[in-house]
């Protein structure tokens, strides 16, 4: 019987030149060509339909990725990670013999890249080489989009105010002012609200326990409501140490422990996160796409 194969091949070798030695069908009547051969071929497409049909419905080999456990995972991120990581997604990348993981909090998640045989791991930024895409990013920003933060969970009377109180747009930022990033992001801040008078940042105090002496400038920050005194501190000047009665810090520690929040983090209108220090393009491209 004809397979496919063989089907393909005579339509190839049937429109040989006249004159050719190789010419064979030329050999035959068109008569028994007609009556002799085509009902073969049709006989063997009717046989061959089955099969292809059945070939379809045949399951794809297992993608090695989805078929790695999470306790597997965690057996090996385990290991870099004192006290466990959290598995947040694993599938495929866009390279062959690699998974891409995504490990860490639900608002900052972490992408690194584990081969097939579960014997190395990649961490860093995976870019496509003809578009310089940072596709790591890509997928980062796709599972923060999936998590919102309840905005109206957020006590916001005494954070500071840089911009417009009349501003539309009011986006919540969690800051440390030990924290370099922190900093940098600061003034990026600053420059927004000097070109964009409907956007306005509600900044809320921080401390990490890493920085020794965030906590008392944060609190005297806080003591005397001024964002110059900020702002001051993150260009390296002395502020006054101020103290006061209040738990605001505390409620701040508190309600970022929740969330695994760390600094900076921006909290969009929609209650959509940012975590981590952007440029201004982007911080304005992802507020201005939940108008």
Same mark, same amino acid.
């Given at each position: %019987? ?40 049709? +006989? ?5 339909? !089955?099969? +292809? ?14 078929? %790695? ?48 045989? &579960? ?38 009377? &005494?954070? +500071? +105010? ?24 600061? &003034? ?15 900044? &809320?105090?921080? !401390? ?84």
């Amino acid at each position: %019987m004809f397979g496919y194969e063989n089907i393909y091949l005579i339509s190839i070798i049937s429109p040989f030149k006249r004159g050719s030695r190789s010419m064979l069908m030329t050999s035959f009547s068109r008569k028994w060509i007609m009556t002799q051969i085509v009902p073969f071929i049709l +006989l063997a497409l009717v046989f061959s339909l !089955p099969a +292809l049909a059945n070939a379809q419905d045949r399951p794809t080999a297992k993608d090695p990725c989805s078929s %790695m456990t999470e306790a597997a995972l965690h057996g090996i991120f385990d290991k870099v990670a004192p006290g466990g990581v959290l598995i947040l997604s694993n599938r495929r990348s866009p390279v062959e013999g690699l998974c891409e993981i995504a490990i860490g909090s639900k608002m900052n998640p972490q992408i690194v890249y584990l081969d097939y045989a &579960k014997k190395y791991i990649l961490a860093g930024s995976l870019f496509d080489a003809k578009s310089m895409t940072n596709l790591s990013l890509i997928s980062r920003n796709a599972i923060q989009e999936q998590f919102r933060v309840d905005i109206s969970k957020i006590p916001l009377e &005494k954070a +500071l +105010l840089l911009g417009s109180e009349k501003a539309t747009q009011k986006v919540i930022v969690f800051t440390d002012p030990d924290c370099p990033f922190c900093s940098s992001l600061h &003034k990026t801040l600053q420059q927004i609200v000097t070109k964009r008078k409907d956007v306005a940042f509600l900044i &809320k105090l921080l !401390p990490l326990p890493m920085h020794k002496d965030a906590y008392w400038k944060s609190k005297s920050i806080l003591c005397n409501r001024s964002l110059k005194m900020l702002e001051d501190n993150f260009e390296k000047k002395e502020i006054p140490r101020t103290d006061c009665q209040t738990d605001e810090l505390d409620k701040n520690i508190k309600f970022a422990g929740s969330l695994e929040l760390g600094t900076p983090t921006i909290i969009l209108p929609d209650g959509s996160v940012i975590a981590g220090a952007v440029p201004e393009d982007e911080l304005l491209r992802r507020l201005d796409s939940k108008k």
